[in-house]
């Protein structure tokens, strides 16, 4: 477990902040009909931002570490 931490650090770390981002995101500015798929409910927003989050740093440290 503490491998994969170290080895995906930045990845998990991405899909923290993404998950948080999502969170926000719904408060503020969320779906006031309730038809969106994505932001009408937070748990939607969360998991959709921290997926998000998740493969957007990982690409970035992936592209870092290929220098």
Same mark, same amino acid.
């Given at each position: 477990?503490?491998?994969? /931490?170290?080895?995906? +650090?930045?990845?998990?770390?991405? #899909?923290?902040?993404? @998950? /948080?981002?999502?969170? +926000?995101?719904?408060?503020?500015? #969320?779906?006031?009909? @309730?038809?969106?798929?994505?932001?009408?409910?937070?748990?939607?927003?969360?998991?959709?931002?921290?997926?998000?989050?998740?493969?957007?740093?990982?690409?970035?440290?992936?592209?870092?570490?290929?220098?």
């Amino acid at each position: 477990m503490k491998k994969f /931490i170290q080895t995906n +650090f930045w990845q998990i770390l991405g #899909g923290l902040f993404g @998950g /948080i981002a999502g969170y +926000f995101y719904w408060r503020d500015i #969320g779906c006031s009909t @309730g038809t969106c798929p994505i932001t009408s409910k937070p748990m939607n927003s969360i998991i959709y931002f921290a997926v998000l989050g998740y493969l957007m740093i990982g690409t970035i440290a992936k592209a870092r570490v290929k220098r």
